[in-house]
């Protein structure tokens, strides 16, 4: 079973970048579709992007298409989330996911997870 740990949360201002990590344990790791979600405060939690298995396909949430992007490396256990031209909105936690499976195009809903990690804060100042 993979259990993923976060890394690289913090504080940024409008227009900058972040990168968050996610280290996964277990042997299945290259052959498991990674996802991130986050949570603002007072709000569900939400889709940001999702990878498959081989890095073959990505899909993202309309509101990080062109600023996030996902990326893994299968020899490290390591998905990340490159955060380019942050905004204030993109304030929440930021929780990476072990997919159940991935369907290329669509947004991964929160049925589809079947483990979280603990959780990153990303704060974005105006």
């Known amino acids: 079973q993979v259990q993923p740990v976060e890394s690289g949360g913090g504080l940024a201002q409008a227009g900058g970048s972040l990168k968050l990590s996610c280290a996964a344990s277990?042997?299945?790791?290259?052959?498991?579709?990674m996802g991130w979600f986050r949570q603002a405060p007072g709000k569900e939690r939400e889709f940001v992007a999702a990878?498959?298995?081989?890095?073959?396909?990505?899909s993202y949430a309309d509101s990080v298409k062109g600023r996030f992007t996902i990326s893994r490396d299968d020899a490290k256990n390591t998905v990340y989330l490159q955060m380019n031209n942050l905004k204030p909105a993109d304030t929440a936690d930021y929780y990476c996911a072990v997919l159940r499976y991935y369907i290329a195009g669509q947004a991964m809903t929160i049925s589809g997870v079947s483990s979280w990690g603990q959780g990153t804060q990303v704060t974005v100042s105006s």
């Open positions: 990878i498959s298995w081989s890095s073959s396909s990505t």
């Open positions: 277990g042997r299945t790791f290259s052959s498991t579709p």
